[in-house]
């Protein structure tokens, strides 16, 4: 499953694992425990506290939340591309279906037919591809991040690449007495 989800998007880290610590020292400790974690960079785990609520919002999402930019691009056209095909595929395999079984509507009229099924079918997998690039689970957790950054509270964010540091994030995290939010 996760090398399906990979190929429909441009990020090389697709979820998030983020830690909530009441003070600065836990969330340094528990981001240092995250970076020595196997196969994790510096740059995977990040610390954020309550003054960077008051961030831009271009820059707090931009380079804390969000880091790679040019993968949210490749996300964008990726996952319209393939769910496009896809709604195209199913809107002529709906299409030859009806055609085949003889549906008054499709059987006197099948060129109007085809473009209305095939239009829709393709205008539906776009949309589906919107919601796949809006990624929602991230819009929560950057707000939850954000509220609890305003509550004086430091948070530290874990870019994990594959199911294996995510997992390692987790624990960690869980081991340093933080509160764990994590995005799909």
């Known amino acids: ?86 709604g195209a595929i199913a809107g002529l395999l709906l299409f030859a279906w009806l055609y085949r079984s003889g549906q008054p509507m499709v059987a006197s009229s099948p060129l109007l037919a085809f473009i209305a099924i095939v239009g829709f079918a393709i205008t539906f997998g776009l949309l589906l591809g919107g919601l796949i690039a809006l990624r929602p689970d991230h819009v929560w957790l950057i707000a939850a991040v954000r509220s609890a950054l305003k509550e004086s509270r430091w948070a530290v964010i874990v870019h994990p690449l594959d199911a294996s540091q995510t997992d390692a994030a987790k624990g960690i995290l869980r081991d340093s007495g933080a509160e764990i939010l994590k995005s799909l």
């Open 1 to 86: 499953m996760e090398y399906l989800l990979k190929g429909l998007f441009g990020e090389k880290s697709l979820t998030k694992v983020v830690g909530l610590f009441p003070d600065k020292g836990k969330a340094d400790a528990a981001a240092a425990s995250v970076r020595k974690a196997p196969g994790m960079v510096a740059g995977q785990a990040r610390v954020l506290g309550p003054q960077d609520a008051n961030l831009s919002r271009r820059e707090f999402f931009g380079r804390t939340m969000e880091p790679e930019q040019r993968g949210i691009f490749k996300t964008l056209l990726i996952s319209h591309g393939i769910t496009g095909l896809a």
